[in-house]
């Protein structure tokens, strides 16, 4: 009976350990499509990422504008399919847009995690 106590403790450790959403660290997605991003605003907390799928069939990229350093850029890219996760390690108010398309913004706040 001891031996499959443990088993089943070693067993959830891992679990926990290996699971991102078990941990606290989560995924979200934002289209990029022609001439847009959507959704154009979002939450998240920091240590999370955010994934970009091109959905569109012209060329963008995504690029920090504004908000905390380190500035990041991703390929230039045309047509649908093409994926970029970014993960924001710094709480605050991120401006995402487009080098090739200045009126597309995505706006981003990144909120302190709690423990």
Same mark, same amino acid.
């Given at each position: ?27 979200? @997605? ?25 959905? /569109?069939? @012209? ?19 045309? /047509? ?36």
């Amino acid at each position: 009976m001891r031996r499959i106590i443990v088993i089943i403790a070693v067993l959830t450790v891992g679990f926990v350990v290996s699971n991102p959403l078990a941990a606290g660290r989560a995924t979200k @997605n934002v289209d990029v499509g022609d001439d847009y991003f959507a959704p154009d605003s979002l939450t998240i907390k920091e240590d999370n990422r955010v994934r970009f799928t091109w959905v /569109g069939e @012209n060329e963008h990229n995504v690029i920090r504008e504004e908000g905390p350093r380190p500035y990041f850029e991703s390929e230039s890219v045309a /047509g649908s399919g093409f994926t970029y996760t970014r993960k924001f390690k710094k709480p605050g108010r991120y401006t995402i847009g487009c080098f090739l398309h200045q009126d597309m913004d995505l706006f981003l706040r990144v909120k302190k995690r709690r423990n």
